[in-house]
Nanobody
Framework: QVQLVESGGGLVQAGGSLRLSCAAS????????MGWFRQAPGKEREFVAR????????LYGDPAKGRFTISRDNAKNTVTLQMNSLKPEDTAVYYC??????????????????????WGQGTQVTVSS
């Protein structure tokens, strides 16, 4: 059974930082690109970042560029999202997701949640002004 378990969310003041982690189990980690999405109340789920197996081909959505950093530890089957200079508009539930690396659709549409096969339960991030 595949499990993606996020942690590290919480309440932080604007300008602060948070580090989210996602622990993956039940899958061959090297076969998957890992991504982060977020969903604010009343809004669509939004692409944040994606990273492939070799820590290359790192892609960021517009909200993350210049402030967030995605990385993965393949020995520990974990992926992290370092978030700096947080803003109130970053408030959302953040989800970890896994997409097969051999999927052409997943490679092309990395920003689309349909490209991902497995999802975590999400972790709440709240940024106060």
């Amino acid at each position: 059974q595949v499990q993606l378990v996020e942690s590290g969310g919480g309440l932080v003041q604007a300008g602060g930082s948070l580090r989210l982690s996602c622990a993956a189990s039940g899958l061959i980690f090297s076969n998957y690109a890992m991504g982060w999405f977020r969903q604010a109340p009343g809004k669509e789920r939004e692409f944040v970042a994606r990273i492939n197996w070799a820590n290359s081909a790192i892609l960021y959505g517009d909200p993350a560029k210049g402030r967030f950093t995605i990385s993965r530890d393949n020995a520990k089957n974990t992926v992290t999202l370092q978030m700096n200079s947080l803003k109130p508009e970053d408030t959302a539930v953040y989800y970890c997701a896994a997409a097969r690396l051999d999927s052409a659709y997943a490679s092309q549409y990395y920003y689309n949640q349909r490209a991902y096969d497995y999802w975590g339960q999400g972790t709440q991030v709240t940024v106060s002004s």
